[in-house]
Nanobody, 130 residues
Framework: QVHLVESGGGSVQAGGSLALSCAAS????????MGWFRKAPGKEREGVAA???????TYADSVKGRFTISRDTAKNTLYLQMNNLHAEDTAVYYC????????????????????????WGQGTQVNVST
């Protein structure tokens, strides 16, 4: 099992940047697929970015070229660098992790029918104002 704790959310003006972190504890971090999801008011939860066990990265079309997912296995930490933020990026951002069959499941995380990860953080709020 793994315990996830996000940090780094806050308020920023459109065009600004924020960096989210997700500290993992418990099981070995490197064997997991990891991802960032977000939930905006009145909208369904959506996958934003994912990194698989081989460190291959995928992004939602809405954030490509603006967001970067990465992880530091030595620090057991997942990151999401968010640049050129838009008002529509306002949401609660969640870090998530999966170990079982993760290479199969991670490919679904950015689709409309995701096989959701098992482990979730508590979420961190990101507010982007115009």
């Amino acid at each position: 099992q793994v315990h996830l704790v996000e940090s780094g959310g806050g308020s920023v003006q459109a065009g600004g940047s924020l960096a989210l972190s997700c500290a993992a504890s418990g099981d070995a971090f490197s064997g997991y697929c990891m991802g960032w999801f977000r939930k905006a008011p009145g909208k369904e939860r959506e996958g934003v970015a994912a990194i698989d066990a081989d460190n291959a990265k995928t992004y939602a079309d809405s954030v490509k070229g603006r967001f970067t997912i990465s992880r530091d296995t030595a620090k057991n930490t997942l990151y999401l660098q968010m640049n050129n933020l838009h008002a529509e990026d306002t949401a609660v951002y969640y870090c998530a992790a999966e170990k079982n069959f993760c290479q199969l499941r991670v490919s679904s995380w950015l689709t409309h029918v995701p096989l959701l990860p098992t482990y979730w953080g508590q979420g961190t709020q990101v507010n982007v104002s115009t």
